[in-house]
């Protein structure tokens, strides 16, 4: 790829410098002098250096206390960049982060995955093109991570080798989920011993251990014998009891799932207890084993509160293995804790637009509560159903309502089907 990434050869000490402007906040000359014991003169000149190299920028000035404004040195964290990519079953998301992690650019390309030598060329074109547009943009790449997957699916028989040899770039080729692990070991750096589950239509797992991400196996910890069968050939594995498949109906989503169940849906508070007692089991059964925290990830992770998080936390406490402690961070003992993962996470107030996004209108929730009075009356309170409606079709329709995310996706619901057959068929006999 053509650009100009030439470092010169550092002088030495350049690199006390570097490691800390890049762990600390934008620092004066003063400071970084009294902080590594050098002299003005040396200082002046490994700045010249690393500031010619690209790998440090002036970062403003100081405010005054009294006499000149200090100049202020950080680091150059866009002065390249590293690529990340996930080739799923039907799509391939490409990733650009900086230096200090933070994504940069994103693209995803739609294309269905086989394992063929066609597909292996044409995703290192969407690879290598990826590359060159973030070059183009001013912070090139120094190599591509790809995210090798575990669990069975189309993506897991890919050569991923046949992948890395045709894009331009170097390739490092990492486990998907310790990937994961990692991530959330940089955005924990005290985090030495960790259990993180990744939640969404499928479960992943990766062990830290003394700071080390290990590929895990939990999701297919057997919870019952004669459970469901898994993808794996296995009976009652977590991966089926703890899915997204196992919140959500045919046709919804995970925000249009959990604003119903704010709403206090039977249905849906039913599906999430037994999902969270799925969960929790599990948690016992690593506990017995294994006393560290747990790092829920992953998307439905994203949409747990802490309420449901205290309860989880309540669920796993009633058992004797979770009396365990585990090594804390200063040599001690601590008790292990259930926590949200940081990647990616959804704060508080965007987990609450997405949820409140997803609820039924006051008119909707207004007519599945008054149910006495619309059998009175004998028709849907609901102004746009006054149209000779029995009170069974007025509150089937406002429950299809109320279990989904939004108007687009209440035809693919199954309540919604009914209504639309009993339009054709017109309304029913009084």
């Given at each position: 790829m053509p650009h100009d990434d030439h470092i010169p050869a550092l002088p030495d000490g350049a690199d006390e410098i570097l490691a800390l402007l890049y762990h600390g906040e934008?620092?004066?000359?003063r400071g970084i002098a009294d902080a590594?014991?050098?002299s003005a003169p040396t200082l002046n000149a490994r700045l010249s250096t690393l500031e010619d190299a690209g790998l440090i920028v002036a970062a403003g000035h100081r405010q005054s206390t009294g006499g000149r404004r200090a100049l202020t040195y950080a680091f150059n964290y866009r002065r390249h960049c590293a690529i990340g990519v996930t080739i799923?079953?039907?799509?391939?998301?490409?990733?650009?982060?900086?230096?200090?992690?933070?994504?940069?650019?994103?693209?995803?390309?739609?294309?269905?995955?086989?394992?063929?030598?066609?597909?292996?060329?044409?995703?290192?074109?969407?690879?290598?093109?990826?590359?060159?547009?973030?070059?183009a943009a001013g912070t090139p790449p120094l190599?591509?991570?790809?995210?090798?997957?575990?669990?069975?699916?189309?993506?897991?028989?890919?050569?991923?080798?046949?992948?890395?040899?045709?894009?331009?770039?170097?390739?490092?080729?990492?486990?998907?989920?310790?990937?994961?692990?990692?991530?959330?070991?940089?955005?924990?750096?005290?985090?030495?011993?960790?259990?993180?589950?990744?939640?969404?239509?499928?479960?992943?797992?990766?062990?830290?251990?003394?700071?080390?991400?290990h590929t895990g196996a939990v999701e297919h910890m057997p919870l019952d014998p004669d459970g469901p069968r898994c993808e794996c050939g296995n009976a009652g594995c977590l991966n089926v009891y703890c899915s997204?498949?196992?919140?959500?109906?045919?046709?919804?989503?995970?925000?249009?799932?959990?604003?119903?169940?704010?709403?206090?849906?039977?249905?849906?508070?039913?599906?999430?207890?037994?999902?969270?007692?799925?969960?929790?089991?599990?948690?016992?059964?690593?506990?017995?084993?294994?006393?560290?925290?747990v790092l829920l990830c992953g998307p439905i992770a994203g949409f747990l509160d802490d309420a449901e998080i205290a309860h989880l936390d309540r669920l796993v406490a009633g058992h004797p293995a979770a009396s365990r402690t585990a090594a804390g961070d200063d040599g001690g003992t601590a008790a292990p804790r259930i926590a949200r993962g940081r990647v990616r996470r959804l704060s508080g107030r965007r987990r609450r637009r997405l949820r409140d996004r997803a609820r039924p209108s006051a008119r909707a929730r207004a007519a599945v509560l008054n149910t006495?009075?619309?059998?009175?009356?004998?028709?849907?309170?609901?102004?746009r159903h006054r149209t000779g409606r029995t009170t069974f079709d007025c509150l089937q329709c406002c429950h299809a309502t109320a279990r989904t995310s939004s108007l687009r996706d209440a035809p693919r619901t199954v309540l919604h089907r009914r209504r639309r057959r009993r339009r054709r068929l017109g309304p029913a006999p009084r």
């Amino acid at each position: 790829m053509p650009h100009d990434d030439h470092i010169p050869a550092l002088p030495d000490g350049a690199d006390e410098i570097l490691a800390l402007l890049y762990h600390g906040e934008p620092i004066a000359k003063r400071g970084i002098a009294d902080a590594l014991h050098i002299s003005a003169p040396t200082l002046n000149a490994r700045l010249s250096t690393l500031e010619d190299a690209g790998l440090i920028v002036a970062a403003g000035h100081r405010q005054s206390t009294g006499g000149r404004r200090a100049l202020t040195y950080a680091f150059n964290y866009r002065r390249h960049c590293a690529i990340g990519v996930t080739i799923r079953s039907t799509e391939i998301v490409c990733i650009a982060v900086d230096l200090d992690g933070v994504t940069i650019d994103e693209r995803r390309t739609t294309i269905a995955a086989h394992a063929d030598v066609t597909f292996y060329g044409r995703a290192a074109r969407i690879i290598d093109d990826f590359a060159e547009q973030v070059a183009a943009a001013g912070t090139p790449p120094l190599g591509v991570g790809l995210a090798v997957p575990t669990h069975i699916n189309t993506a897991n028989s890919l050569d991923y080798a046949a992948i890395a040899e045709r894009i331009t770039l170097p390739v490092t080729a990492t486990e998907r989920y310790c990937a994961y692990a990692l991530a959330e070991l940089r955005a924990r750096p005290a985090l030495r011993d960790a259990v993180c589950l990744f939640l969404g239509n499928h479960i992943g797992s990766a062990v830290l251990q003394d700071g080390r991400p290990h590929t895990g196996a939990v999701e297919h910890m057997p919870l019952d014998p004669d459970g469901p069968r898994c993808e794996c050939g296995n009976a009652g594995c977590l991966n089926v009891y703890c899915s997204s498949a196992n919140l959500t109906e045919e046709g919804e989503s995970l925000p249009g799932f959990f604003g119903v169940l704010e709403q206090g849906e039977i249905h849906h508070r039913d599906r999430m207890r037994d999902w969270l007692h799925s969960l929790a089991h599990a948690i016992v059964d690593i506990r017995a084993v294994f006393a560290a925290d747990v790092l829920l990830c992953g998307p439905i992770a994203g949409f747990l509160d802490d309420a449901e998080i205290a309860h989880l936390d309540r669920l796993v406490a009633g058992h004797p293995a979770a009396s365990r402690t585990a090594a804390g961070d200063d040599g001690g003992t601590a008790a292990p804790r259930i926590a949200r993962g940081r990647v990616r996470r959804l704060s508080g107030r965007r987990r609450r637009r997405l949820r409140d996004r997803a609820r039924p209108s006051a008119r909707a929730r207004a007519a599945v509560l008054n149910t006495a009075r619309t059998r009175r009356r004998g028709r849907c309170p609901y102004s746009r159903h006054r149209t000779g409606r029995t009170t069974f079709d007025c509150l089937q329709c406002c429950h299809a309502t109320a279990r989904t995310s939004s108007l687009r996706d209440a035809p693919r619901t199954v309540l919604h089907r009914r209504r639309r057959r009993r339009r054709r068929l017109g309304p029913a006999p009084r």
